[in-house]
């Protein structure tokens, strides 16, 4: 059966870095010491006033393309997990193919709010083993979460940031030699938490145009408390189940990809794992939370410092509001 690989990853942070001690002076009290002690978090990038989410992933996408070396009339498809999307309609996705001269490239959007990205992989994965017209494919995760940010709540403020991740997934015969590609998956929901965390203003349940509609519904709200204990119960149960499918147990992954929202999250799962925290990979302390574009700017990050090798094990493993979870296995495809 056809398989599927990543050839070139990308990652597109906007603007200079915002430090937490802007948000000490903003709100005159100690903040940057409990980012960086319970969130990992250090700074992140903001988008400008005259910047679309689409504008986040043009760069990435073009340096994803450049590692995977090829044009972006190669591309077969264009996928774009985000929750922050230029327009309601038309897709992002629409945007990017046209940017980028993906002339040849069919194009949606998917939205599983922070687990898009894992959830477009696997999407991609299953176009190319189901059908021999799709070659390579742009996935991407993109997030623009300045834009609906309630800078008077620091506790919510300091976390979001802005950013896009890239990768172009492949047939397997494109890299030789290389790591077997994506291996297995599995997608997981509890939509019971539907109406948790989100933006509710702007559907067809709160539309923006309406004569009531609140202010708030157009920010990013927390409803309801979503208890912590969450990600550390499910994580693991997921990372297990698909790593049985293959015969593989988490002291064989090499690189755990996690939603970066909380780094006691990331440690208490590998606890419960039974391995080691340097086998994750991190980011938040450079880009803070970057939702549905922090795995693949992860990925791109791990490539930067050459910290993959072909045939490592890689572990991905994505969470969002909804809830929607998705875990991936994959044996990774080059040295970097």
Request: net charge negative; charged share 20%.
């Amino acid at each position: 059966m056809r398989n599927a690989i990543i050839t070139g990853t990308g990652l597109y942070a906007p603007g200079e870095p915002i430090p937490n001690a802007v948000f000490d002076q903003r709100h005159g009290q100690e903040i940057d010491a409990f980012l960086r002690e319970n969130r990992n978090i250090y700074q992140r990038y903001y988008m400008a006033e005259d910047q679309a989410t689409s504008d986040l992933v043009v760069p990435a996408a073009r340096e994803a393309l450049a590692e995977a070396g090829i044009t972006a009339d190669a591309l077969d498809l264009v996928i774009v997990s985000t929750d922050t999307p230029d327009y309601i309609s038309p897709s992002t996705a629409a945007v990017v193919q046209y940017r980028i001269g993906a002339v040849n490239a069919g194009v949606f959007d998917v939205n599983t709010a922070c687990a898009g990205f894992v959830t477009a992989l696997d999407i991609a994965w299953k176009y190319i083993r189901s059908d021999e017209r799709y070659r390579h494919i742009l996935v991407v995760g993109a997030y623009g979460m300045s834009k609906y940010l309630d800078q008077d709540d620091y506790k919510i403020a300091t976390l979001f940031a802005d950013g896009a991740g890239a990768v172009v997934l492949s047939t397997a015969d494109a890299v030789v030699g290389g790591g077997q590609g994506i291996l297995t998956s599995e997608l997981y929901a509890d939509g019971s938490y539907h109406d948790y965390m989100g933006i509710y203003g702007g559907g067809t349940r709160i539309p923006a145009t309406h004569a009531s509609v609140d202010a708030k519904d157009t920010l990013l709200r927390f409803a309801k408390k979503i208890p912590p204990e969450t990600n550390p119960r499910h994580w693991p149960r997921l990372v297990r189940n698909v790593l049985e499918k293959i015969g593989k147990t988490p002291q064989d992954v090499k690189k755990y990809f996690f939603t970066q929202i909380n780094i006691n999250s990331i440690r208490q799962t590998l606890d419960i794992l039974d391995v080691p925290h340097d086998r994750a990979h991190n980011v938040m302390d450079k880009f803070a939370y970057t939702g549905s574009a922090c795995i693949p700017m992860a990925i791109a990050d791990a490539v930067d410092a050459h910290a993959l090798d072909a045939g490592d094990l890689v572990m991905l493993v994505g969470s969002g509001g909804g809830i929607a979870m998705a875990a991936l296995a994959l044996e990774w495809s080059y040295s970097s």
